[in-house]
């Protein structure tokens, strides 16, 4: 067996010994250091690992922690978007029911059959569970939000033809509210109404086609309503006149002005002065003969004056 030898001084200095150790033994203690030392390395590397693996789950703990708050602030906002489209929802109805008041007091037709906001026959849909909890999926709500979404685009169409046509209603009947005569054409007392009377100058019953309201020769004469003046001129019983064209069929006669203070094809708005009263034509003294007239036909004046 090969040995290998050691010499080692003694405690006292004196003496050497020597120690013989197997080979083997050193080889064996050789690869106990090495395998000590690999071991070592390997230990070394693994604490590594682990810290290294400690680091990437922390960092993704904090990833997952920051899209959860994310999801969390979105389903937030999906129930903040419910809210809104149900105040939207309300909002429009409100405004659809606006729409039918108006209508009432303009006393325009409101007879829609079954036709609805939100569709022929159609209801408001019910409102939106915005209660969910955030921990929970929002998927139906999403579903349900985009399915009445289409609902309040084309319900919002269909209230934005309805109040186009209203605004054209009511600019037509403003229109023709301006047109109707509506006021006192002239400061005075009523001599002689609309209707049958015994003719002054013959003492036979005649139909009188107009009012004939009596004052001093120069008073102001105001046109009742607007319009258009049609013609002026002088007549051998009404003396010299004004007619006005308001529009729809609508006219009003002036007679016995002294003089016209308007020229034919004039535009004039109610109120506005157009002759001084006078004593022209067949009168017995200063009035006007106001007279108006529907589609040709004379109709009583006193039922348009509202002042």
């Given at each position: 067996?090969?040995?290998?030898?050691?010499?080692?001084?003694?405690?006292?200095?004196?003496?050497?010994?020597?120690?013989?150790?197997?080979?083997?033994?050193?080889?064996?203690?050789?690869?106990?250091?090495?395998?000590?030392?690999?071991?070592?390395?390997?230990?070394?590397?693994?604490?590594?690992?682990?810290?290294?693996?400690?680091?990437?789950?922390?960092?993704?703990?904090?990833?997952?922690?920051?899209?959860?708050?994310?999801?969390?602030?979105?389903?937030?906002?999906?129930?903040?978007?419910?809210?809104?489209?149900?105040?939207?929802?309300?909002?429009?109805?409100a405004l659809n029911n606006f729409e039918e008041k108006i209508r009432i007091i303009a006393n325009i037709n409101t007879?829609?059959?079954?036709?609805?906001?939100f569709g022929v026959g159609g209801s408001r849909p019910e409102d939106l569970a915005t209660n969910i909890d955030v921990?929970?999926?929002?998927?139906?709500?999403?579903?349900?939000?985009?399915?009445?979404?289409?609902?309040?685009?084309?319900?919002?169409?269909?209230?934005?033809?309805?109040?186009?046509?209203?605004?054209?209603?009511?600019?037509?009947?403003?229109?023709?509210?301006?047109?109707?005569?509506?006021?006192?054409?002239?400061?005075?007392?009523?001599?002689?109404?609309?209707?049958?009377?015994?003719?002054?100058?013959?003492?036979?019953?005649?139909?009188?086609?107009?009012?004939?309201?009596?004052?001093?020769?120069?008073?102001?004469?105001?046109?009742?309503?607007?319009?258009?003046?049609?013609?002026?001129?002088?007549?051998?019983?009404?003396?010299?006149?004004?007619?006005?064209?308001?529009?729809?069929?609508?006219?009003?006669?002036?007679?016995?002005?002294?003089?016209?203070?308007?020229?034919?094809?004039?535009?004039?708005?109610?109120?506005?002065?157009?002759?001084?009263?006078?004593?022209?034509?067949?009168?017995?003294?200063?009035?006007?003969?106001?007279?108006?007239?529907?589609?040709?036909?004379?109709?009583?004046?006193?039922?348009?004056?509202?002042?």
């Amino acid at each position: 067996m090969k040995m290998t030898s050691f010499f080692i001084l003694s405690n006292t200095g004196a003496q050497m010994k020597k120690i013989s150790i197997p080979g083997f033994l050193l080889r064996a203690l050789g690869v106990v250091l090495i395998g000590g030392i690999v071991g070592l390395g390997y230990l070394i590397y693994d604490h590594y690992q682990i810290r290294s693996a400690v680091n990437a789950s922390s960092d993704l703990e904090q990833t997952l922690q920051l899209q959860e708050d994310l999801i969390t602030t979105q389903r937030h906002q999906i129930q903040k978007f419910a809210d809104d489209i149900n105040r939207l929802k309300s909002q429009l109805v409100a405004l659809n029911n606006f729409e039918e008041k108006i209508r009432i007091i303009a006393n325009i037709n409101t007879d829609k059959g079954q036709d609805t906001v939100f569709g022929v026959g159609g209801s408001r849909p019910e409102d939106l569970a915005t209660n969910i909890d955030v921990k929970r999926r929002h998927t139906s709500l999403m579903r349900e939000m985009h399915a009445q979404i289409d609902l309040l685009q084309a319900a919002s169409e269909e209230q934005h033809e309805q109040m186009v046509a209203l605004l054209g209603k009511l600019e037509g009947q403003k229109s023709l509210l301006a047109c109707t005569p509506a006021i006192r054409p002239v400061k005075g007392w009523l001599t002689s109404r609309f209707g049958y009377r015994n003719s002054p100058f013959t003492g036979r019953r005649e139909f009188h086609k107009g009012l004939d309201i009596a004052n001093q020769i120069g008073t102001p004469i105001s046109v009742t309503a607007d319009g258009i003046v049609k013609s002026v001129g002088s007549k051998r019983y009404l003396g010299n006149y004004v007619i006005i064209d308001h529009g729809h069929g609508m006219v009003t006669h002036y007679g016995h002005i002294d003089k016209a203070l308007v020229k034919r094809g004039a535009k004039v708005k109610r109120g506005d002065i157009i002759a001084e009263m006078g004593n022209s034509g067949r009168s017995t003294g200063p009035h006007l003969h106001y007279a108006v007239y529907l589609n040709g036909v004379p109709v009583n004046p006193s039922t348009y004056i509202l002042n």
